[in-house]
């Protein structure tokens, strides 16, 4: 069974510091990998996603996450954070081509940006 | 219309009440997923539909949660007789053919079961 787990409930960081939310994933065959990003009393808008072409992954709003299979990693990062960047931040898993369609999500990483 | 739309954005039941929990899904989409959001936490996948076949249930918590989409395009999700535990929201999401399941989510309804 897939499952994926957020180291974090919670981080915080300074504006213009670096971003880092951790996400390990477990997966009985090469998986999908999705960041995703929830904005209050909003749905989830998709960041990027990994589907076994280049590892390291580039998305909206500056985010990049790199696929590390011998860590079993799909760390979220980004350079400089923005006060716009606070919000929650979901990692998920699926199985890739043929498998089952559901996403499986973490619980999430709540990210605050201090002034 | 450009995304996926829920209705409606916030319901408020009884216990016992039964609700009905709409998905419009963006235009051509094939798949579509139904989600459990309780607070604080992950969403959990809950049912999938391949057009108006529903291919997958085993996210359903009991057997009070049912899932339609008869036509392959809206697709309602109902709860009879609700329960304090069933407050959440509920997400919808959709995803076109041969698009490595990437799925795009509506808005959400939040129920609260009083």
């Known amino acids: 069974a897939q499952s994926v787990t957020q180291l974090g409930s919670h981080v915080s960081v300074s504006e213009g510091a670096l971003v880092l939310l951790r996400c390990n994933y477990s997966s009985s065959v090469p998986p999908y990998l999705f960041w995703y990003v929830q904005y209050p009393n909003q749905g989830l808008q998709l960041l990027l996603k990994y589907t076994s072409a280049a590892t390291l992954v580039k998305g909206i709003n500056g985010f990049e996450a790199e696929f590390k299979k011998s860590e079993t990693s799909f760390h979220l990062t980004k350079p400089s954070a923005h006060m716009s960047d606070a919000a929650e931040y979901f990692c998920?898993?699926?199985?890739?081509?043929?498998?089952?369609?559901?996403?499986?999500f973490g619980k999430g990483t709540k990210l605050t940006v201090n002034p | 219309g450009a995304g996926v739309s829920q209705s409606p954005r916030y319901k408020v039941a009884k216990r016992g009440q039964d609700v009905a929990l709409r998905c419009d899904p963006i235009?051509?989409?094939?798949?579509l997923f139904w989600y459990q959001q309780a607070l604080g936490q992950g969403p959990e996948f809950l049912t999938y539909?391949?057009?108006?076949?529903?291919?997958?249930k085993s996210g359903l918590p009991s057997d009070r949660f049912f899932a339609e989409r008869p036509e392959g395009s809206v697709s309602t999700l109902k709860i009879q007789r609700t329960q304090q535990e069933d407050s959440a929201v509920y997400l919808c999401a959709t995803r076109k053919r041969d698009s490595y399941n990437e799925q795009f989510f509506g808005p959400g309804t939040r129920l609260t079961v009083l």
């Open positions: 539909f391949q057009n108006e076949a529903q291919l997958d």
């Open positions: 235009s051509g989409h094939v798949s």
């Open positions: 998920a898993v699926s199985l890739g081509e043929g498998g089952s369609e559901k996403l499986v």
